[in-house]
């Protein structure tokens, strides 16, 4: 089993959410993170005053799979969130020990 992390910018995440549904994958969480990469923020003006952003609003999302869904999966993510520009995002992936539902207690492949 597999942890796929995937940092991409918020306004790709309904795209990145369909692709997801589409193969099948059942779940995820999604959370809202800020951080830089090689972009290194941006400039913005604020009632007349410019200031640098350092840290742009980015979305985190985890996917539970199973190693036979781990590259349709990663390759939904990348399509959707891809735009072509600096920022796009990363995908980690993580080995992942094990998973326990916690309503009926099952373990591995049956709790994803």
Not at 25 to 33: D, S, Y
Request: aromatic share 6%; glycine share 10%; charged share 30%.
């Amino acid at each position: 089993m597999k942890m796929i992390s995937a940092v991409i910018k918020h306004f790709r995440l309904d795209e990145v959410r369909k692709a997801l549904t589409e193969i099948g994958v059942q779940g995820m969480t999604v959370i809202e993170v800020k951080g830089f990469g090689r972009q290194k923020g941006h400039l913005e003006v604020y009632r007349g005053v410019e200031y640098e952003v350092q840290f742009l609003p980015k979305v985190k999302i985890e996917v539970a799979v199973t190693e036979d869904k781990l590259e349709d999966v990663v390759n939904a993510i990348q399509e959707a969130a891809r735009t072509g520009e600096i920022g796009d995002g990363k995908i980690f992936i993580y080995n992942l020990q094990d998973v326990v539902r916690i309503r009926t207690g099952e373990r591995g492949r049956e709790a994803i």
